[in-house]
DNA sequence: TCTGTATACTTGAGCTATCAACGATCATAG
DNA sequence: CTATGATCGTTGATAGCTCAAGTATACAGA
């Protein structure tokens, strides 16, 4: 049954994944993903609603997530001038770097343990089908 | 990118099903994941270190979902007579009715969200795709 | 038989994420 | 201008899982 294997799949190559990345820079799945998504922002800074969208966090959960980004200097909130309620999640020279230099050795862990298992037209094939289930759209630039 | 995708569609498909099976039979995935591993066990039972590797949990995490199956009567403990250290998980009979009752409304929620994107040879492809990926292959029974 | 190593399981501490409730701010319609 | 309702964000309580460490049993070799 596909759906069977997707969970196992997924909680298998995560799994590595994350150990590798916390090992290697001390950061979760979900921390890199949302340095990365800063990164590829206009001016490096993104709302946090949007962020939580794209990643597919709750509000709260963003919140605490960045929590600690911002304690260990890699983000910094900005005041939004025209809207009083929202605050942006700017990247920090220091988070710029700090993504930057996790960025390469992690896209090696993604490659060896997913990538590296299927063709361009294979690769193609999937992101497609994984692209019809529901909101699985949500923000997939690069 | 379609690990990215990847990891958007496990995330938001895992949501919707998880809420809805809460809602409905105050089961986790997890719960319901390991409930229907034992029902199709030889004799509704399992040892816990294969359970765990099947549903790719830790022992320990294993242990503390039981202790909820437990609790609930859905499964006991059942000690080894050839082995003391090994115990098993059984399912009781009223655990046999739950996941019964469970199964049809959330395979109709698994159908609704993910099967249903697909056609026959489709899945086929994502599962032979998906299941090049390493541990993938872990217990795909049926 | 003793000794070391591997396996099965549990427990305490900690982490990440959730939900529900709340306080602000904004936008719109009377 | 004010009430209504939506949106943005944080916080307390809690769930589910992990890791590290510990206990107990099994087994194989000196």
Redo the contacts between chains.
């Keep these: 049954?596909?759906?069977?294997?997707?969970?196992?799949?997924?909680?298998?190559?995560?799994?590595?994944l994350s150990t590798r990345l916390e090992n290697a820079h001390g950061l979760t799945?979900s921390d890199f993903?949302v340095l990365v998504q800063l990164s590829l922002a206009e001016g490096n800074r993104l709302r946090r609603v949007d962020l939580a969208r794209t990643v597919?966090l709750t509000a709260s959960g963003i919140t605490r997530l960045l929590d600690g980004l911002e304690r260990a200097g890699w983000v910094e909130k900005q005041r939004c001038a025209s809207d009083a309620r929202v605050t942006y999640a700017a990247l920090t020279k220091a988070g710029l770097e700090k993504i930057e230099s996790a960025r390469s050795s992690h896209s090696a862990d993604?490659e060896e343990?997913?990538?590296s298992?299927?063709s361009e037209n294979?690769?193609?094939?999937?992101?497609e089908?994984?692209?019809?289930?529901?909101?699985?759209?949500?923000?997939?630039q690069?």
Tied chains: 1, 2.
Excluded: N, S
Aim: with cysteine; hydrophobic share 55%.
């Design positions: 049954m596909a759906w069977i294997r997707f969970l196992r799949a997924h909680a298998a190559v995560t799994r590595q799945l993903d597919l993604v343990l997913f990538g298992q299927y294979e690769k193609a094939t999937l992101d089908l994984l692209a019809r289930l529901p909101l699985a759209d949500t923000a997939c690069k």
